[in-house]
Structure formats: C-alpha cells, structure tokens
C-alpha cells in the first residue's frame, strides 16, 4: 500500500519563509539609514543583474537538481524574485553583515529542518516477517 502525498506548506516551511523576509528587511532598513545614501541608478543597474543572473542559476539549478520541467520554471521564478534584492544588498556595505550573520541563520535552519524532518517510510508488506 502506498502512502499519498499531502498538498499544502509544513510549518518548517513558512518560518523559513518568514526568516528569509526578516533577513531582506533587516538589510534593508540598513542600507536606508547609511550616509551618505547609495545611488539610485547605481542600485536599479544591480538589480537588473541581479535579475537576469538570479533566472539563469535558477534555471540552471532547476534544469540539474529537478526532475520534472516544472522544477527549471519554479528556480527561474524564484531566481527572479530574489535575485534583484540579494545583488543590491549584497553591493551595500553596511548591510553585509547583516545579510551575512542571516544567511548563516537561514542556512542553519534549513539544514536542522532537513535533518530532524521525518524520512519517507519504505513501503511494508504485512506478510513479509522482516
């Protein structure tokens, strides 16, 4: 008998997702209180990089690591959207450490999460004496 799958988040999965906003949103009021203040141009010409090159590691990271095509449309989606931000933060000098103290967080939280979550149980055979 096989087990279905359940659609929906795991709880794990959106503090990850709230832990990643608290992360933008630190680095963020950072760079806004800097002097002298970042140049508008200089910071929309990085996220424009940060566009394009989050798509293409995205999809590249999909197309590898994915095993359906959906997997290449989600990481372009998702390099997309976080590209733009992570490149102009990461351009801000002020909010480096931020953004580095929470990405050493972030991944410390993924890889517990990933550890401590409960492995999918081979299917079992009532009549196997094993």
Do not use: K, Q, W
Request: net charge negative; aromatic share 10%; charged share 15%.
């Amino acid at each position: 008998m096989t087990t279905s799958r359940r659609a929906g988040f795991t709880v794990a999965s959106l503090l990850l997702l709230t832990a990643i906003v608290a992360v933008y949103a630190a680095a963020i009021m950072t760079a806004r209180d800097m002097e002298p203040a970042p140049d508008p141009n200089e910071l929309a010409f990085l996220a424009v990089i940060g566009f394009f090159s989050g798509s293409l590691c995205g999809f590249f990271l999909g197309l590898f690591f994915g095993s359906r095509n959906r997997d290449m449309v989600a990481g372009t989606v998702e390099g997309a959207i976080f590209g733009p931000p992570t490149l102009v933060l990461l351009a801000v000098p002020d909010a480096l450490p931020v953004v580095l103290v929470g990405g050493v967080v972030l991944v410390g939280f993924a890889v517990l999460v990933r550890f401590l979550a409960p492995g999918n149980a081979p299917p079992h055979d009532a009549d196997d004496p094993r």
